[in-house]
């Protein structure tokens, strides 16, 4: 008797990965889970630091629906191998800092070589042709199998039946027949299998799953990169650009203001690292400044900036103490910057 | 059995967990892992982590700000 077929399921934590792991399982096929961290995964990061979101359901998606399917779920953290798809995307990115093509190449190459390394089968994903502008047409979707040298082991159980039959398909691991042809942006397919599975909740991440997608974090990114001279980041650079309103009043140096207690709680895990401001006589929110070369002339510039997002705001005097790096905490006074000084182009 | 610290203060999940995975990949069944953490969507993910991947949660304590969550390892499915 042969051993049963074990397969590794991308899973995202939204319907489509969820679906196609589901359909696979239901052909008696062994089925985990695996799911990518590159740092800019929306999953759950302001809703831990803002406050006004703790109340909200939080949980992490990719674990809800491994736990839903009862399946294990190997979760990776490749921050580091993940920048060079960003930094040098062979295919190019989307309308923002997003991509798409390579990112799915990349993790569709590393549940390859995780099925090597774990003696599985071939890999599954809830791709639907013609879903995503980027990576999921029809001429994009071989060049995600080749390139990731999954090749024909990489089954999308959602729209195998509007491709070629795969390896798993051919020798008979999976059921053709028992697989879809699902294709387009239209969700009614999908909800028809929601039904049919008897699925009362799922994940539907709005904007997407990543940051990267987003015009303004992807702003935040470039800032970064331009005040730097180079393109490169760390996973706490990248962290911080989720938190904060962010202002470049100066060309070498930002200001990070905390919105709310919240994120002023979580800036503070950063407070050694970087000068900061707080307000002293007033409530108000924790500021980092990043950059090189900061006087004691832009820290007094930028305490009145901080100053202006406190409770005296509409004061004429507030006190701030300013801790820099090297020479220890000192405290002054000065005026709330009017608000109409405060320049829109300094916005990140 | 041993018992192992995993300082997980300062991260955002995903992270805490993929912190406990890797240490819980390295140990055998009754060694414990405690994981300590700041970011509350810890006391959800690492329970569920858990539950999926058949280890045990021995205690969770939620006080001022940080969240110690001890795990057991088992043998897994």
């Not at chain 2, 610290?5 to 009754?30: E, M, S």
């Not at chain 2, 700041?38 to 329970?47: E, R, V, Y």
């Not at chain 2, 006080?63 to 088992?74: A, M, P, S």
């Amino acid at each position: 008797m042969s051993r049963q077929k074990r397969a590794v399921a991308l899973i995202s934590g939204g319907l489509d990965s969820l679906l196609a792991a589901r359909i696979v399982q239901d052909q008696g096929v062994h089925v985990e889970g695996i799911n990518f961290f590159t740092g800019f995964c929306v999953e759950g990061h302001t809703h831990a630091i803002r406050r006004k979101d703790r109340d909200k359901r939080k949980r992490n998606n990719a674990l809800w629906v491994a736990e839903q399917l009862g399946i294990k779920l190997h979760i990776v953290d490749v921050v580091e191998p993940y920048k060079d798809v960003l930094l040098n995307p062979r295919h190019g990115y989307g309308a923002n800092m997003n991509p798409c093509l390579d990112c799915k190449i990349f993790m569709v190459s590393k549940a390859r070589e995780w099925i090597e390394e774990n003696g599985f089968d071939f890999i599954v994903t809830g791709e639907v042709v013609g879903q995503r502008p980027m990576s999921q047409r029809r001429d994009t979707m071989p060049v995600v199998s080749r390139q990731s040298g999954a090749d024909d082991l990489l089954l999308r159980p959602l729209c195998a039946r509007n491709l070629p039959p795969t390896r798993p398909e051919r020798e008979g691991w999976v059921d053709r027949n028992g697989l879809f042809d699902i294709s387009g942006r239209s969700r009614k397919r999908q909800m028809e299998l929601v039904a049919k599975f008897g699925i009362t909740d799922y994940a539907q991440p709005a904007g997407g799953c990543c940051f990267l997608t987003d015009a303004s974090y992807s702003a935040k990114l470039r800032d970064l990169w331009k005040s730097r001279g180079a393109r490169e980041y760390e996973l706490d650079d990248i962290i911080l650009l989720k938190v904060g309103r962010h202002l470049r009043p100066r060309p070498h140096f930002k200001m990070i203001v905390a919105r709310e207690e919240g994120e002023t709680r979580f800036l503070e895990g950063y407070r050694h690292r970087f000068p900061h401001i707080r307000t002293l006589s007033h409530g108000g929110p924790l500021t980092l400044l990043d950059g090189d070369g900061i006087s004691e002339d832009d820290m007094r510039f930028a305490a009145s900036i901080a100053a202006r997002y406190s409770q005296g705001r509409d004061e004429t005097a507030v006190e701030v103490s300013i801790t820099s790096t090297g020479s220890g905490t000192s405290n002054l006074t000065v005026t709330p910057m009017p608000p109409g000084e405060i320049e829109s182009g300094w916005n990140v | 059995m041993s018992r192992y610290v995993v300082d997980a203060r300062g991260l955002l999940c995903p992270l805490p967990v993929i912190r406990v995975q890797d240490r819980v990949a390295k140990l055998g069944p009754g060694d414990l892992v405690e994981a300590i953490c700041s970011d509350p969507g810890a006391l959800n993910d690492i329970p569920a982590w858990c539950k999926i991947n058949g280890h045990q949660i021995v205690e969770t304590i939620d006080e001022n700000n940080e969240i110690r969550i001890t795990v057991r390892v088992c043998d897994g499915r």
